[in-house]
């Protein structure tokens, strides 16, 4: 959510990234970001790759 304001972006602006129904399970914390969507999400927003997987457990997890 950091991000996203710092870029003046909100939970609808995410969603045409992600899709509706995953942004409001991100937002909601009952989805951890695959690393397909890290990849998306670094590639539209420019955000590094290391602060998408910090704030991601379960996806560091998976990359091990």
Do not use: C, W
């Amino acid at each position: 959510r950091f991000h996203l304001e710092q870029l003046g972006m909100g939970q609808a602006d995410f969603a045409r990234i992600v899709g509706a129904n995953r942004a409001s399970e991100i937002f909601s914390g009952q989805r951890a970001i695959s690393l397909s969507l890290i990849k998306k999400i670094h590639n539209e927003l420019k955000i590094p790759y290391e602060h998408l997987l910090e704030d991601n457990p379960k996806a560091r997890m998976t990359t091990l």
